[in-house]
RNA sequence: GCCCGAGUGGCGGAAUUGGUAUACGCGCACGACUUAAAAUCGUGUCUCGUAAGGGAUGUGGGUUCGACCCCCACCUCGGGCACCA
């Protein structure tokens, strides 16, 4: 590497604009604001590769602009440091979590660093600091005091609801809660007991306790999220990291009733300038779907099963009706079932298939016949038998069905299978029928509530007592941030409960021993560095109200059914609750691609073909490996690293530095203003959509012409340097201030283009002969069409074309092309 | 299986969204400078053809004066969901 010492150059002004604090984001409140944030990092103890700072990089090219526009840019980055892959390290390299988050912390600020990013450092948050998770288990005790009114669609203080029981109970009500709730009268709640009222009022709470079905994996022992585990090349579920076999385990848990806000969820992503990509996966997540619920009878019983479909107008098809094995029907002994024997035993062997292999569709059907009951069709009354099958899921729609063979493949091939009528009858309007049947119309999503408790040590405590007799209450804002005790052991128990329950002080004041997953702490943060030192509130009102939400949000996209959705739903949840003014808090959202190795697969450790940027930084500098990264394609698209092609950013850095020398107190010829103002305006354009690949190469065409100019006007020149800026802030800062400016050039106000100079007079365009181009004219802008065609007719190239042919038509385009169809 | 997205030189990719396809960069070749090399600069570089000219945006068809762009069918790759009734 010749020409400039970027070691030197970057070192220095790293230096000079932490010192000067050149990018210090000022209060509330003052001028335009520009909230523009990068998805913050686990600091997972191995280090960046060069695909780690792409999307930063992007962000930090955005927010350079809009500084230099005038915005009061708000740009920070922090740490969310609880959760699985901060213990992880932790258990791996022998030292307490608080010890290796510190370690990675300084790992990865010092690799940022050297990157040249325009954070303001002094709002840095971390979500392990209890100055932070003070605000996050505050949130968790407003979720869990509040309750969801489906008439007023938005959630309510728990007090609101407690009042409406002492009036009239819950006989009316409209709320969002589980669906085994029992209709009480005002009189019967007052006589309910603690116990009794506490257990009623979990059914409405946004957070609750309850139990269920987990993904337990024992070598960790803990519990994981769907999204956490993976399948194997067997086709085992596995933990994602690690990959350690997960099976089935009824578990207590915390859970937030993310249901609830299900449709608000899906609706909410209309107006969010996100890639439809993001979008359509968050709506398959959610996975809403209209249909009936329909009651069928038992035969000599009182009872019936309800069923839901999707297809009520296939209602006279139904032959028969499926039961999930684990439907609370099948244990009810007033039902008349003779092969009782043989039930359980298929509900003993469903419940030792794990998920995996449950929902594998290529499986063949099982299933048992419930022998001496019947049910019947509602709409002609005839009987039907009665199944249980695993292919019919407990935790969606009713979990029963009704099974229309003819129309639907599984329910056909169930019943090839067991030899059940497959029959063809017409269709029928589904709402009427609906009607008729007296069932109703009902709408249902696949989303499921979700678990909010980790057996793990590393999170934050969830700050909630239960006494002996198993009454809960909840820790007051005064009593938080109710901080993780210091343990012997953090290590997993393996009995599925957290290292908490050893603690005899912890346990003896009787506070939960789950702690909260690692989404909690990210599903706020980006409402903390609004005001993140703030001791009395999450953040200030004027704080909240001035920034309001993030105008652009870049990350990477497997986030999309993860942290994108949770942090919808708290924000949604808060804006409910009056302490913010936007429901939805990412605005626009940029996904930057993966950079993958040379070799076309992803970086990792395991294949040893990981690209540290500390070794690109050290040998070319950090404005080459920004100008690189950004240049390379498309910033969504996720590209191959290479290690050849780096040179060319390099040198593009390199004629820059050279140009100066060509700089003087004149004006620039016409041609290269011409072109200087035009790369203005496709740089700000492109900066503006993040097509900045383009914006590169459009410098690059501008440095070419500049290099054919005897001389540059010092004013073009240093207009150039600051569109360059937001890309390579070291080397322009260099060559600005070498130029006699005093002031940063990234405090300087980003240059306008003259409209008049980028007009051109004269086009060179193309002339076609039945669409084929055959020459080329060069005309003025405005001619009038008769006069280009006339010119074109003349084009000695184009009478060679056109001999002994007769003109049909001639198109002209302005300004673009001539068509001569003959 | 269903739902998205994408296929353009040796390589990464451009193309004002229907108007001169291959910008910009890498690589490669030749040349200049140099004792030499590196660096730098210049010229060339889709393909067949000596040329005139022909053919090319995954494949095949269609619409249009004109198609990388729109429509239909298919192939390949990437992603999401996956027995959701």
């Given at each position: 590497m010749k020409n400039y010492d970027h070691k030197k150059i970057e070192k220095k002004w790293q230096k000079e604009w932490s010192n000067k604090k050149v990018y210090k984001t000022l209060d509330a409140g003052k001028g335009k604001k520009m909230y523009v944030l990068d998805m913050f990092p686990y600091p997972s103890g191995v280090g960046l590769h060069v695909g780690h700072p792409r999307g930063y990089i992007g962000s930090d090219v955005y927010a350079r602009m809009k500084r230099m526009e005038g915005?009061?840019?708000?740009?920070?980055?922090?740490?969310?440091?609880?959760?699985?892959?901060?213990?992880?390290?932790?258990l791996q390299h022998k030292i307490h979590p608080r010890k290796a988050v510190e370690e990675n912390v300084k790992t990865f600020e010092?690799?940022?660093?050297?990157?040249?990013?325009?954070?303001?450092?002094?709002?840095?948050?971390?979500?392990?600091?209890?100055?932070?998770?003070?605000?996050?288990?505050?949130?968790?005790?407003?979720?869990?005091?509040?309750?969801?009114?489906?008439?007023?669609?938005?959630?309510?203080?728990?007090?609101?609801?407690?009042?409406?029981?002492?009036?009239?109970?819950?006989?009316?009500?409209?709320?969002?809660?589980?669906?085994?709730?029992?209709?009480?009268?005002?009189?019967?709640?007052?006589?309910?007991?603690?116990?009794?009222?506490?257990?009623?009022?979990?059914?409405?709470?946004?957070?609750?306790?309850?139990?269920?079905?987990?993904?337990?994996?024992?070598?960790?022992?803990?519990?994981?999220?769907?999204?956490?585990?993976?399948?194997?090349?067997?086709?085992?579920?596995?933990?994602?990291?690690?990959?350690?076999?997960?099976?089935?385990?009824?578990?207590?848990?915390?859970?937030?009733?993310?249901?609830?806000?299900?449709?608000?969820?899906?609706?909410?992503?209309?107006?969010?300038?996100?890639?439809d990509h993001i979008k359509e996966i968050q709506k398959n997540w959610i996975g809403k779907s209209q249909g009936s619920e329909i009651e069928f009878k038992i035969k000599n019983h009182d009872l019936n099963i309800k069923v839901f479909t999707t297809r009520a107008d296939t209602l006279f098809g139904a032959t028969y009706v499926v039961l999930a094995p684990e439907h609370p029907l099948i244990i009810k002994e007033q039902l008349l079932i003779t092969n009782r024997e043989e039930v359980k035993k298929y509900v003993e062997k469903v419940k030792k298939e794990t998920d995996e292999d449950r929902t594998n569709n290529d499986k063949e059907k099982t299933g048992v016949e419930l022998k001496g009951i019947k049910a019947i069709n509602p709409a002609n009354g005839e009987e039907v038998p009665v199944w249980i099958a695993d292919y019919v899921l407990a935790t969606y729609g009713t979990g029963a069905i009704m099974a229309v063979p003819m129309h639907d493949e599984r329910d056909r091939d169930f019943a090839k299978k067991f030899g059940l009528p497959i029959i063809d009858k017409p269709l029928v309007d589904a709402k009427e029928i609906t009607d008729k049947v007296g069932g109703k119309i009902v709408t249902k999503y696949k989303m499921r509530d979700a678990i909010f408790a980790r057996q793990r040590y590393w999170g934050e405590p969830i700050p909630l007592?239960?006494?002996?007799?198993?009454?809960?209450?909840?820790?007051?804002?005064?009593?938080?941030?109710?901080?993780?005790?210091?343990?012997?052991?953090?290590?997993?128990?393996?009995?599925?409960?957290?290292?908490?329950?050893?603690?005899?002080?912890?346990?003896k004041e009787g506070y939960e021993t789950n702690t909260m997953p690692g989404w909690a702490g990210s599903s706020w943060y980006f409402l903390r560095y609004m005001d993140p030192t703030n001791g009395k509130f999450f953040a200030s009102k004027k704080a909240t109200d001035y920034w309001n939400e993030i105008d652009v949000y870049v990350g990477g996209q497997e986030h999309a059914t993860g942290h994108l959705l949770y942090s919808r739903f708290w924000n949604n949840f808060l804006y409910d609750m009056g302490y913010i003014k936007t429901k939805e808090p990412f605005k626009k959202l940029k996904n930057q691609g993966m950079i993958l190795a040379t070799d076309g697969r992803k970086m990792s450790k395991r294949w040893n073909n990981v690209i540290n940027p500390d070794d690109i930084v050290s040998n070319y500098g950090a404005d080459t490996l920004r100008v690189y990264e950004m240049f390379m394609g498309p910033f969504e698209q996720s590209l191959p690293w290479s290690t050849e092609s780096i040179i060319g950013s390099r040198r593009f850095i390199d004629k820059v530095d050279r140009l100066k020398d060509k700089v003087k107190k004149v004006k620039s010829n016409e041609a290269l203003e011409k072109v200087l103002h035009k790369t203005i305006k496709k740089v700000t354009e492109d900066i503006e959509d993040f097509a900045l690949n383009t914006a590169i190469s459009s410098m690059m065409i501008l440095v070419n012409e500049m290099e054919k100019a005897t001389d540059i006007g010092e004013k073009d020149f240093k207009m150039f340097l600051q569109i360059l800026a937001p890309f390579a802030p070291h080397i322009t800062e260099e060559i600005w201030q070498e130029l006699g400016e005093k002031k940063s050039i990234h405090k300087s106000s980003w240059p306008k283009w003259d409209k008049e100079k980028i007009v051109d007079e004269t086009v060179t365009i193309g002339v076609q002969v039945n669409g084929?181009?055959?020459?080329?004219?060069?005309?003025?802008?405005?001619?009038?069409?008769?006069?280009v065609k006339e010119l074109a007719l003349n084009d000695q190239k184009v009478i060679f074309w056109l001999e002994n042919k007769s003109v049909k038509r001639i198109i002209y385009v302005k300004g673009r092309i001539v068509n001569i169809v003959v």
């Amino acid at each position: 590497m010749k020409n400039y010492d970027h070691k030197k150059i970057e070192k220095k002004w790293q230096k000079e604009w932490s010192n000067k604090k050149v990018y210090k984001t000022l209060d509330a409140g003052k001028g335009k604001k520009m909230y523009v944030l990068d998805m913050f990092p686990y600091p997972s103890g191995v280090g960046l590769h060069v695909g780690h700072p792409r999307g930063y990089i992007g962000s930090d090219v955005y927010a350079r602009m809009k500084r230099m526009e005038g915005y009061n840019v708000l740009h920070p980055m922090g740490y969310d440091a609880f959760g699985l892959p901060a213990e992880q390290y932790a258990l791996q390299h022998k030292i307490h979590p608080r010890k290796a988050v510190e370690e990675n912390v300084k790992t990865f600020e010092r690799q940022l660093s050297i990157i040249g990013l325009s954070y303001d450092w002094s709002r840095k948050v971390n979500t392990t600091d209890p100055k932070y998770y003070k605000w996050t288990q505050w949130i968790f005790l407003e979720i869990y005091n509040s309750w969801y009114d489906n008439l007023e669609d938005k959630a309510r203080k728990i007090n609101e609801l407690i009042s409406i029981f002492e009036k009239s109970g819950n006989e009316k009500i409209n709320a969002v809660c589980s669906n085994d709730t029992k209709i009480f009268s005002a009189k019967e709640w007052k006589d309910f007991s603690v116990r009794e009222k506490q257990d009623i009022l979990m059914k409405y709470r946004l957070a609750f306790e309850g139990y269920s079905e987990v993904n337990w994996c024992p070598q960790m022992g803990t519990v994981l999220a769907n999204d956490e585990i993976v399948t194997d090349a067997k086709g085992n579920s596995v933990s994602e990291r690690g990959g350690y076999p997960v099976e089935k385990k009824s578990m207590r848990q915390w859970f937030m009733r993310i249901t609830a806000y299900a449709d608000r969820l899906l609706s909410g992503l209309e107006d969010l300038d996100w890639s439809d990509h993001i979008k359509e996966i968050q709506k398959n997540w959610i996975g809403k779907s209209q249909g009936s619920e329909i009651e069928f009878k038992i035969k000599n019983h009182d009872l019936n099963i309800k069923v839901f479909t999707t297809r009520a107008d296939t209602l006279f098809g139904a032959t028969y009706v499926v039961l999930a094995p684990e439907h609370p029907l099948i244990i009810k002994e007033q039902l008349l079932i003779t092969n009782r024997e043989e039930v359980k035993k298929y509900v003993e062997k469903v419940k030792k298939e794990t998920d995996e292999d449950r929902t594998n569709n290529d499986k063949e059907k099982t299933g048992v016949e419930l022998k001496g009951i019947k049910a019947i069709n509602p709409a002609n009354g005839e009987e039907v038998p009665v199944w249980i099958a695993d292919y019919v899921l407990a935790t969606y729609g009713t979990g029963a069905i009704m099974a229309v063979p003819m129309h639907d493949e599984r329910d056909r091939d169930f019943a090839k299978k067991f030899g059940l009528p497959i029959i063809d009858k017409p269709l029928v309007d589904a709402k009427e029928i609906t009607d008729k049947v007296g069932g109703k119309i009902v709408t249902k999503y696949k989303m499921r509530d979700a678990i909010f408790a980790r057996q793990r040590y590393w999170g934050e405590p969830i700050p909630l007592k239960h006494d002996k007799e198993g009454i809960i209450t909840d820790l007051k804002l005064k009593d938080l941030p109710l901080e993780l005790p210091t343990v012997k052991s953090y290590e997993a128990t393996g009995t599925g409960e957290s290292p908490l329950a050893g603690v005899k002080s912890w346990v003896k004041e009787g506070y939960e021993t789950n702690t909260m997953p690692g989404w909690a702490g990210s599903s706020w943060y980006f409402l903390r560095y609004m005001d993140p030192t703030n001791g009395k509130f999450f953040a200030s009102k004027k704080a909240t109200d001035y920034w309001n939400e993030i105008d652009v949000y870049v990350g990477g996209q497997e986030h999309a059914t993860g942290h994108l959705l949770y942090s919808r739903f708290w924000n949604n949840f808060l804006y409910d609750m009056g302490y913010i003014k936007t429901k939805e808090p990412f605005k626009k959202l940029k996904n930057q691609g993966m950079i993958l190795a040379t070799d076309g697969r992803k970086m990792s450790k395991r294949w040893n073909n990981v690209i540290n940027p500390d070794d690109i930084v050290s040998n070319y500098g950090a404005d080459t490996l920004r100008v690189y990264e950004m240049f390379m394609g498309p910033f969504e698209q996720s590209l191959p690293w290479s290690t050849e092609s780096i040179i060319g950013s390099r040198r593009f850095i390199d004629k820059v530095d050279r140009l100066k020398d060509k700089v003087k107190k004149v004006k620039s010829n016409e041609a290269l203003e011409k072109v200087l103002h035009k790369t203005i305006k496709k740089v700000t354009e492109d900066i503006e959509d993040f097509a900045l690949n383009t914006a590169i190469s459009s410098m690059m065409i501008l440095v070419n012409e500049m290099e054919k100019a005897t001389d540059i006007g010092e004013k073009d020149f240093k207009m150039f340097l600051q569109i360059l800026a937001p890309f390579a802030p070291h080397i322009t800062e260099e060559i600005w201030q070498e130029l006699g400016e005093k002031k940063s050039i990234h405090k300087s106000s980003w240059p306008k283009w003259d409209k008049e100079k980028i007009v051109d007079e004269t086009v060179t365009i193309g002339v076609q002969v039945n669409g084929k181009v055959r020459a080329e004219i060069l005309i003025d802008k405005e001619m009038p069409e008769e006069k280009v065609k006339e010119l074109a007719l003349n084009d000695q190239k184009v009478i060679f074309w056109l001999e002994n042919k007769s003109v049909k038509r001639i198109i002209y385009v302005k300004g673009r092309i001539v068509n001569i169809v003959v």
